[in-house]
């Protein structure tokens, strides 16, 4: 994994006085404190997708119940074909 060093600009001090109170209320450091803010901030979009797909899954089987495992079946035709 590449790590890469970053450096913002023109931050107004309100903001970086916020995330410095947050990350003294944690107890952490200010950079553990933005490292965490952007880490969660780039995985939102997956787990927002794994949510939908997770209650895609629950409305299926709500609506047409358990569906049967196929691996059996599958391997049973290629066995089968040769």
């Given amino acids: 994994m590449g790590v890469q060093a970053v450096k913002i600009r023109k931050l107004p001090d309100w903001v970086l006085e916020a995330h410095r109170k947050r990350a003294e209320e944690a107890g952490v450091s200010l950079e553990e404190e933005l490292r965490k803010l952007l880490t969660e901030s780039a995985l939102?979009?997956?787990r927002e997708f794994a949510?939908?797909?997770?209650a895609?899954?629950?409305?299926?089987?709500?609506?047409?119940?358990?569906?049967?495992d196929s691996k059996e079946l599958i391997r049973q035709d290629r066995d089968e074909r040769g």
Wanted: aromatic share 10%; hydrophobic share 25%.
């Fill in 51 to 54: 949510a939908r797909v997770t």
């Fill in 44 to 46: 939102r979009p997956q």
């Fill in 56 to 68: 895609w899954n629950n409305e299926l089987r709500r609506r047409y119940g358990q569906m049967s």
